[in-house]
Each structure stands twice: as C-alpha cells, then as structure tokens.
C-alpha cells in the first residue's frame, strides 16, 4: 500500500530524519517508536504531506506522493490524526466531524454520520455542544472520527495516548485494534511502548532520526533496541 524509500527530511540544518524506509501493506499496522526528537512525526508529517522531504521516495499504491499536496493525499486516503487533536474548540462536536469530509464532494450521506456516532456514542450526545466541553478522551475520539469521515485506506496516529488516563487509554487501544481489523492500514507513532507492541503487525525504532532495529513486535521485546532508544546508549566511563 504505502512505501518510502530512503526518506530523509531537513529542518534548517538539522536532518529530523535520515534514510528511513518502510512499508505498510494492506491491512497492516505498523508502530513507529522512539524517545522524543527521534523524528516520528516528522515521518507523518511528510506522509501526510505537511513537511516536504530533502529526498527520498514516497508511493501510496503504487503512485507518486512527491507532487501530491496535503489535500491531495487526503482525496487519495491517507488521513493523519495530529498529536495535540487540533480541534476547533468554538465550533460544535458535529462542525468538528464534518471538517474531515471537506475534500469530498456533495454533502456526507446522513448514514455514515450516524455510523460515526454509533462508534463514539458520548459524542453523540454531545454533538450540537461546542468541541471546548469536552474531555481530553473525547476530544481524541473526536480527531479519529473526523479523520474516519474522510474515509482514508491509511489512517496516521500521532501519539493518541497522550495525556489520557489508563481507562481512556486501554479504550483508545480497542478502537484502535477493532478499526485495524476492520481492514483499515494504520502508522501509529505512540509513547507507549507496550500497548504499541500489542496492537502493530510491525514496529520500526528510530533514534536521534535513524532507524536502530525493526521487525515483528514479539522480536523486539526482547531486544536491547528498544530500552536504548528511550533511555541512550551505555557510555564507557572516561
């Protein structure tokens, strides 16, 4: 489905990422994990056509993404969920959701609505109130049904668990694997590590920008990678 080869991006003169390659097939869902400043939403943001790449390739079935603009890659599937929602909090739950319908044409079937507030009933409830009511909880289940209403093939989540409490995260996380099951190809870049490895067919470990280890999540939990990439590298004493 997605593939980037040798994707590096600059900021200035710092290189956020360098010479990251990855692979997203049909139905997958692939973890990206690494401490911060590691360069993770870097990686979404230029998937999603936010930041543009210093080089590198990028494919969504088999077509170029390097002309494509952030619209563009919406219209073709690829729907991000930012870190911090980006929720317009003035206006109502319901103006909210429809804002991930705009590149669509005509008016979104009243159906796939209600279908959106059958998955997230406590927005539903609250959908003529304005955004600002409500929780953090909410407010991220709000950014994945506005990013769902695009209909993407790709979703991107960027760190959804943060800041939520232990109830609200183990929630996220079933919706997450439900939505995955369902067929839709996910990134998921997130902190926490072990509801990551419990959800991802794959995970990718970046630090400081590069990739340190890859593979299947029961691999990983036993590698040292992962404990370097959060915590650095052992250094000899001087």
């Given at each position: ?10 900021y ?6 360098k010479d ?6 049909a139905?997958?869902l ?26 590198g390739?990028?494919?969504?079935e ?22 911090g ?9 319901h ?11 005509g ?34 289940m709000?950014?994945i ?5 695009s209909?993407?093939?790709?979703l ?12 609200l ?9 439900d ?11 997130e902190?926490?590590i ?19 280890a ?19 590298r ?5």
């Amino acid at each position: 489905m997605l593939e980037i080869q040798g994707l590096s991006v600059q900021y200035g003169r710092n290189m956020a990422l360098k010479d990251f390659s990855l692979r997203v097939g049909a139905g997958q869902l692939i973890a990206v994990l690494g401490a911060n400043g590691a360069g993770k939403s870097s990686l979404l943001k230029t998937i999603a056509g936010l930041v543009r790449p210093a080089s590198g390739s990028l494919a969504l079935e088999g077509r170029d993404l390097h002309r494509a603009s952030a619209s563009e890659r919406v219209a073709r599937g690829i729907a991000l969920v930012p870190e911090g929602r980006w929720i317009l909090v003035s206006m109502s739950v319901h103006e909210n959701l429809l804002m991930g319908a705009w590149c669509r044409k005509g008016a979104v079937p009243a159906g796939e609505l209600e279908a959106i507030y059958a998955r997230f009933p406590n927005l539903a409830s609250r959908r003529h109130m304005p955004a600002a009511v409500l929780s953090g909880g909410e407010q991220q289940m709000l950014a994945i049904g506005r990013a769902l209403l695009s209909r993407p093939r790709l979703l991107l989540l960027d760190e959804p668990s943060l800041g939520l409490s232990p109830l609200l995260v183990q929630q996220l996380f079933t919706l997450i694997r439900d939505l995955n099951q369902e067929g839709l190809s996910m990134i998921l870049v997130e902190q926490n590590i072990r509801k990551a490895l419990q959800v991802a067919h794959r995970v990718h470990v970046l630090e400081l920008g590069r990739e340190v280890a890859h593979g299947e999540p029961q691999s990983l939990m036993a590698s040292s990678a992962l404990h370097e990439a959060y915590l650095g590298r052992a250094r000899p004493a001087p």
